[in-house]
């Protein structure tokens, strides 16, 4: 039994000295952070967001859904107002860049979830899974606001491949700001 016994300890410590740390990951060099001094302080509707791999986006506009498919969503236009917004996203970079990277977001510019609506009629959805360099594309995304909390809009753009890059928890958002018409 004692033979065993000293036979499992051996075996144990020999595994746990395989997982020492020989400080390779002291070595590594910092994630990259973008400073905050460059990230832009407000952007409107119309402008252009540039990264530092050459890929552009920009909000074209933000409109009132007015018009609707059979299918469509139809909340209560009483208590919330319906609207679209429009990107447009450019690869000035020299890779490939994937869109599923992209995550688009709408909130109150006061405050407040906007909510996400199905409405087929007049949208744009993504077309392709990536974008080829010096190819652009333009996409919508439709959503809701309840109407106490205004007609202006902060539309948020999550780049989740940045936020896994520089170690940040889900990406780096850029914003805009800019009213319902």
């Known amino acids: 039994m004692r033979t065993r016994t000293t036979i499992a300890m051996a075996a144990l410590a020999l595994a746990l000295s395989a997982c020492g740390d ?19 302080a407000k952007l409107n509707v119309g402008d252009t967001y540039r990264y530092d791999d050459g890929v552009e986006v920009k909000v074209l506009s933000i ?42 977001q709408c909130e109150g510019a006061k405050g407040g979830f906007a909510g996400h609506a199905y409405i087929d009629k007049g949208s744009k959805p993504r077309k392709d899974r990536s974008l080829a360099p010096t190819t ?13 909390l205004g007609k202006t809009v902060k539309c948020r753009l999550n780049r989740i491949d940045i936020g896994a890059e520089s170690g940040e928890m889900g990406g780096e958002y850029t914003s805009w700001t800019g009213d319902i018409k």
Request: charged letters at 35%.
């Open 136 to 148: 652009t594309e333009t996409f919508t995304e439709e959503a809701t606001l309840a109407h106490n």
């Open 63 to 104: 409109s009132r859904i007015t018009e609707f498919g059979k299918w469509d969503d139809k909340p209560p236009q009483d208590k919330v107002t319906l609207f679209r917004v429009t990107w447009m996203v450019s690869n000035g970079g020299k890779d490939e860049f994937g869109l599923d990277d992209l995550s688009p």
């Open 22 to 40: 020989d400080k390779r990951d002291l070595d590594l060099p910092p994630r990259p952070t973008r400073p905050e001094a460059q990230r832009p």
